[in-house]
């Protein structure tokens, strides 16, 4: 099963624009590369991948072939409560992944 990482802040404010860090362990192969015995490795892909925060959507992405494996993605989103992060993402083969993490939003010391 892929696994991923979700790096957030440790500590975030109430509206604080947050940057999150989303690492993959995904293989990505294109559909163009050989084995060693000089058949061709399947396509495979993540399809569509998107992160919800307190059932909003606030991350998706569609990526192609052209992607690395183990893709790196990063993206912004504003922090207004504590609650939970849904990232989810399905590949050519069908395989869904799913990662949850808390976020704690905590006022300004």
């Not at 559909?31 to 061709?40: C, E, F, S």
């Not at 495979?44 to 991350?59: A, D």
């Amino acid at each position: 099963m892929t696994q991923a990482r979700l790096l957030l802040p440790q500590r975030v404010a109430p509206g604080e624009v947050v940057k999150a860090r989303l690492l993959v362990a995904h293989p990505m192969e294109t559909g163009y590369l050989q084995d060693l015995a000089g058949k061709t490795i399947p396509r495979n892909i993540i399809r569509e991948l998107s992160c919800e925060y307190g059932g909003r959507q606030v991350f998706r992405v569609e990526p192609s072939s052209g992607i690395a494996g183990n893709p790196l993605f990063e993206f912004c989103f504003r922090a207004q409560f504590s609650g939970e992060l849904l990232v989810r993402w399905v590949d050519d083969e069908g395989r869904v992944g799913q990662l949850r993490q808390s976020l704690r939003v905590q006022p300004a010391a």
